[in-house]
Nanobody, 122 residues
Framework: QVQLVESGGGLVQAGDSLRLSCAAS????????MGWFRQAPGKEREFVAA????????YYADSVKGQFTISRDNANNTVYLQMNSLKPEDTAVYYC???????????????WGQGTQVTVSS
């Protein structure tokens, strides 16, 4: 089992930046690809970003490309999502995910965190 705990969400204004963190525990962090999903009110959950193990590959949804950056600190079992120039449409619950298979991050990863709320006011 892998436990994922997100932090860093909050209420910000449009144009602000925010960095989400996801701390992983349980099975070794090594060999797990990591990612982020989000779910806005009244919408389906959507893929946001992914990073492979140990970090050589990243992939972003078109909606956040150039705006968000995913990274990982393998020594501290943590993955980050740096979000810049936030817009009201970025308002959502953001979920950290993990899977041993990189390609599964885009569909239904094995492990999910509880989520952290990000609210962007206009």
């Amino acid at each position: 089992q892998v436990q994922l705990v997100e932090s860093g969400g909050g209420l910000v204004q449009a144009g602000d930046s925010l960095r989400l963190s996801c701390a992983a525990s349980g099975r070794t962090f090594s060999s797990y690809s990591m990612g982020w999903f989000r779910q806005a009110p009244g919408k389906e959950r959507e893929f946001v970003a992914a990073i492979s193990w140990p970090g050589g590959r990243t992939y972003y949804a078109d909606s956040v490309k150039g705006q968000f950056t995913i990274s990982r600190d393998n020594a501290n079992n943590t993955v980050y999502l740096q979000m810049n120039s936030l817009k009201p449409e970025d308002t959502a619950v953001y979920y950290c995910v993990a899977d041993k298979v990189y390609s599964r991050l885009f569909g239904m990863p094995d492990y999910w965190g509880q989520g952290t709320q990000v609210t962007v006011s206009s």
